[in-house]
């Protein structure tokens, strides 16, 4: 047994293949109101861990929310969003010892504009819950209730590191005309957004 009586976040759970090539980090927010991040190396015979490692950043009280973690193509970053805080976790990964460093919040666009004609208590751009990583490593894409953005993680300045990808709400499609999704994922050349999870929205 490699955990007993331990309440962990309910969601927040992403793996990453070990440096070796054969074995797996597999890494879990921890207890609620902590900046607990919990690991275990996954091997073909064993589970190693939990290994738990204090992040200075950040403690979300509610634990029950959705907001999504995802690992960079290559495995040296960590990103992670929260539902109903306009902030993104990066942290850098290393997939030797399984340890993030250089942590850091960096505040996400927040776009005040009404809607017309939205729903009730949908008026403002302000949950955000799905993340992603662009292939070549270089942006952090967030989906927001209304909107899409882009980062770029490695740009000095932060006045140019962000960029509107979509506006909503969408009409292509009446299911999908807000991104307030749990999930994202970039695959081939398009990005994804699962509008509900369980569901074919």
């Known amino acids: 047994m490699l955990l007993q009586n331990v309440e962990l976040h309910k969601i927040r759970m992403q793996a990453c293949r070990h440096h070796n090539g054969r074995d797996w980090w597999l890494l879990k927010q921890g207890r609620y109101g902590t900046n607990e991040m919990y690991r275990f190396l996954v091997r073909p015979d064993t589970i190693l861990g939990p290994f ?15 907001g999504q973690m ?14 109903y805080h306009s902030e993104l976790f990066i942290a850098d990964f290393d ?18 504009t009404t809607i017309p004609n939205p729903p009730p208590q949908e008026t403002i751009d302000s949950i955000v819950a799905g993340v992603c990583f662009s292939p070549n490593n270089q942006f952090i894409y967030v989906s927001k209730w209304y909107n899409i953005y882009q980062y770029e993680w490695n740009e000095p300045d932060s006045s140019l590191a962000w960029y509107r990808v979509q506006h909503g709400p969408d009409t292509t499609h009446l299911k999908f005309q807000y991104y307030n999704s749990y999930t994202m994922a970039w695959m081939a050349e398009f990005i994804l957004v699962i509008g509900e999870e369980d569901t074919n929205k």
Request: aromatic residues 10%; negative net charge; charged residues 15%.
């Open 52 to 66: 738990v490692q204090t992040l200075p950043s950040p403690a979300y009280s509610t634990f029950d929310l959705f």
């Open 95 to 112: 997939r030797c010892s399984g340890e993030l460093s250089n942590a850091k919040i960096v505040n996400i666009p927040y776009d005040s």
């Open 70 to 83: 995802a690992f960079s193509p290559d495995g040296t970053k960590l990103a992670m969003v929260h539902c």
